[in-house]
């Protein structure tokens, strides 16, 4: 059973350019969560999706971030005209269906490391 | 809005002693208390967590306390061993939702 799987792994770009990242979460889940952790900080929730809907988005900046959960196929983060503050590890996690024993719990993925130059 | 607080900020420990980490909610809906483990450059991995329910609960070395009464909760990690080594940080939710998290305590276990 793969676990979630975050591509790519490591991303440049330079200011002013897009960053798409990708997320798949884990078998069975349909819940995706984003989250941003800047060198040596804690982690900081973002958005929270389902397939095909946004739940939460409090956490992510109004402007230059969007985020969706297509029907099918991957999750997406996508940072517009990114800026050195955009540096940090983007982590996504997903949760299983809602009738599912400890749907509440959350994995991780292996994160994308985004430097921004 | 929820808000986690985590202390210390870090633990040296020798090896074989037990190390304790402790953290503090603010909502009282929060039911819901991952504790994950993150090494250098690595994801952060879920090492235990407990539901408002139960008050403790054990998993081999680490154990996890509850008080809702009080707001807060805390990983216990007996017989440490350099391997666990690493950034801990609790995480506190209302469930379906997503994790507020603490500012983490690195952890140094001495040979």
């Known amino acids: 059973n793969a676990g979630v799987m975050q591509n790519p792994r490591h991303l440049v770009r330079r200011r002013g350019q897009e960053a798409r990242l990708r997320c798949s979460p884990m078998k069975g889940h349909s819940h995706v969560y984003w989250y941003r952790q800047l060198p040596e900080e804690g982690l900081k929730f973002m958005v929270y999706?389902?397939?095909?809907?946004?739940?939460?988005e409090s956490g992510m900046p109004k402007e230059r971030f969007s985020a969706e959960f297509p029907k099918e196929g991957p999750s997406i983060l996508r940072i517009q005209q990114v800026v050195r503050g955009d540096s940090a590890a983007y982590f996504c996690a997903s949760s299983p269906q809602l009738n599912r024993v400890e749907r509440d719990t959350q994995y991780f993925g292996p994160g994308t490391r985004l430097t921004v130059l | 809005g929820e808000n986690v607080e985590q202390h210390p900020s870090t633990l040296s420990v020798q090896e074989g002693d037990s190390a304790v980490i402790k953290c503090t909610y603010s909502d009282s809906a929060s039911n819901y208390f991952p504790w994950y483990k993150q090494e250098l450059g690595k994801r952060p991995q879920l090492i235990i967590d407990?539901?408002?329910?139960?008050g403790e609960k054990k998993d081999q070395r680490i154990a996890v306390t509850l008080n809702k009464t009080a707001k807060h909760f805390s990983l216990h990690i007996t017989e440490t061993q350099p391997e666990d080594s690493a950034v801990y940080f609790c995480?506190?939710?209302?469930?379906?939702?997503?994790?507020?998290f603490g500012t983490g305590t690195r952890l140094l276990v001495s040979p």
């Open positions: 407990i539901r408002s329910n139960v």
């Open positions: 995480a506190a939710s209302t469930g379906f939702q997503k994790l507020v």
């Open positions: 999706l389902q397939k095909e809907n946004i739940i939460d």
